[in-house]
Nanobody, 125 residues
Framework: VQLQASGGGLVQPGGSLRLSCAASGFRLDDYAIGWFRQAPGKEREFIAAINWSGESTLVANSVKGRFTISRDNAKNTVYLQMNSLKPEDTAVYSC???????????????????WGQGTQVTVSS
């Protein structure tokens, strides 16, 4: 199981980015997916999760109203749309897949089994 996050970059405060989590070698719709981020000197934190169909999603309070998680199973990809970005959103963003019940969503790091390499998001003027 291989996951790859992409779409990060440098953006000004108030700007937007869309991150992608692509899967290779397996069907992404077999898994519920989560997005996490880790800023320098801080612990990894949950950002958003989505079940296999996309019908169930969960977004952390810290980004609610600004970030949206979605998926396109035909493209084997999960997305994280990030709007109204703030400097405190600066972090490495990673996606993860879980072998737990794909109909549910999960927020804990230990609930995820496969992790992709992250993508750097920097919000700065």
């Amino acid at each position: 199981v291989q996951l790859q996050a992409s779409g990060g970059g440098l953006v000004q405060p108030g700007g937007s980015l869309r991150l992608s989590c692509a899967a290779s070698g397996f069907r992404l719709d077999d898994y519920a997916i989560g997005w996490f981020r880790q800023a320098p000197g801080k612990e990894r934190e949950f950002i958003a999760a989505i079940n296999w169909s996309g019908e169930s999603t969960l977004v952390a309070n810290s980004v609610k109203g600004r970030f949206t998680i979605s998926r396109d199973n035909a493209k084997n990809t999960v997305y994280l749309q990030m709007n109204s970005l703030k400097p405190e959103d600066t972090a490495v963003y990673s996606c993860a897949a879980t072998v737990r019940d794909r109909k549910s969503v999960y927020i804990e790091i230990y609930e995820y089994n496969y992790w992709g390499q992250g993508t750097q998001v920097t919000v700065s003027s």
